[in-house]
């Protein structure tokens, strides 16, 4: 079973093209809504988009175009098939070194010189790939379908059930795979978590002598940075938000995508990279198994620094509204909201770095919709929420082997 990767390809847009790639992004929107587009036709993508991210003249960054996938590894293979698609090519096309006349060999050289690795990524389960994804979602189906026509009378022990269905499955050749446990990512990734693992464990360790007797100074630094911070009031327009919500709510997952600049200064820089950090590694050994900080709705999500740390692009897909995923990190997280978001300019106040900013709610809602960029995006599998999948892989669990009366009532109660 392959991993997971965040993919960000991110190139300059040619001078005077964007008209041109808005048409371009328009009539690739038009397809994935009607098909799934060119990223329906490739293996193991789970959620894709582009977008333009606008230029910064203060920071002498021009407009640039911006491909984000979630796909299951090989890299290489998924850049392969993508690049093999006129849709995309079209509108890779429109960046400044694009081999627009070289052979497909180097288009995907040049995509490999502009991935930018992220700063951090979760994954709601490392391991199961968009095909498991889409089989397990089919098995449930067969499996209601099988129960809904048993005629079971009451009182029927549920373990008899049980084994009708593991019959059942057993009796279908395309339903026979789901007697046997998932498998596990190959021994090479888990091997290099588990070094990861060990070395920051170790790393923090060793450095916590050092570390520790310089957090209260750098707490006052950044609570003195914090006091001449300026949030911003502007409330977004109606013509952004309209362009935003046309783009949300068309299934049960959901894109965000929003950028901001960091605050200038060794003490943000340095602040934003060491939470960055921490929360990849809490991401990949601490929540690594459907929740993120117990927030069970989020598919995948990054955070990437670009053009040398002064600017972070956040992306992930959720569940639901956009309303309720901005209230479950007020709720639940804000202290960790805050500990990175804050060090964005025109964040909301915060006091001590934890405090404050996302729980000023209004301000928090209005600072990220004021940031955020709409763009086009693929669902793998727009129907299922991120708690639809883990019952859907429970489901194939249970079919493993027998089960106890309590295991096999609990085990009837996914569907």
């Known amino acids: 079973m392959p991993h997971q990767i965040a993919l960000t390809v991110r190139a300059p847009l040619r001078p005077g093209r964007g008209a041109e790639v808005a048409a371009l992004l328009e009539t690739l929107r038009k397809d994935v809504d009607h098909d799934g587009g060119p990223f329906a036709e490739m293996p193991g993508v789970h959620f894709a988009r582009l977008f333009v991210l606008p230029g910064d003249t203060d920071l002498d960054v021009p407009d640039t175009l911006v491909y984000l996938a979630e796909v299951d590894a090989p890299a290489p293979a998924h850049l392969d098939e993508a690049l093999d698609h006129d849709r995309l090519t079209a509108l890779f096309t429109q960046c400044t070194d694009f081999p627009e006349r070289g052979s497909h060999g180097a288009r995907v050289r040049w995509a490999q010189r502009h991935r930018v690795e992220p700063a951090a990524w979760y ?8 095909q498991q994804v889409r089989d397990e979602a089919r098995l449930r189906a067969a499996v209601v379908d099988f129960l809904d026509r048993g005629g079971w009378p009451d009182g029927t022990p549920a373990n008899t059930v049980h ?45 916590s002598p050092l570390l520790l007797p310089v957090l209260p100074g750098w707490l006052l630094l950044v609570r003195r940075h914090e006091r001449r911070d300026v949030p911003e009031t502007a409330r ?14 068309h299934g049960t997952p959901n894109p965000f995508t929003a950028y901001g600049r960091v605050k200038p200064g060794l003490v943000r820089g340095v602040t934003i990279r060491v939470a960055l950090r921490g929360l990849d590694y809490a991401a990949r050994h601490v929540f690594a198994r459907d929740n993120l900080a117990g927030i069970r709705s989020i598919h995948f999500a990054r955070w990437v620094l670009l053009d040398g740390g002064r600017r972070v692009v956040f992306a992930s897909n959720y569940d639901g509204s956009q309303e309720s995923y901005m209230s479950d990190f007020i709720d639940r997280v804000a202290w960790g909201v805050n500990l990175v978001f804050s060090n964005g ?47 859907n892989s429970a489901l194939r669990e249970g079919l493993a082997g027998p089960l106890t009366e309590e295991g096999a009532r609990r085990w009837l ?3």
């Open 123 to 130: 994954v709601h389960r490392v391991g199961r790939s968009a």
């Open 163 to 207: 084994s009708a269905v593991q019959e059942f499955v057993a009796s279908r050749p395309d339903l026979a795979w789901a007697l046997t446990p998932a498998a596990f990512p190959g021994p090479l990734f888990r091997a290099r978590e588990a070094l990861h693992a060990l070395g920051g464990a170790a790393a923090l360790l060793a450095l």
């Open 236 to 249: 977004p327009s109606r013509e952004h938000v309209a362009a935003l919500t046309a783009g949300e709510d």
């Open 345 to 391: 300019v025109g964040y909301p106040s915060t006091r001590w770095l934890l405090f404050g900013g996302a729980r000023d709610e209004q301000r928090y809602k209005a600072y990220l919709r004021n940031h955020q960029l709409p763009s086009v995006w693929f669902s793998a599998y727009p129907t299922l929420s991120a708690r639809n999948v883990d019952d």
């Open 413 to 415: 109660s996914l569907v």
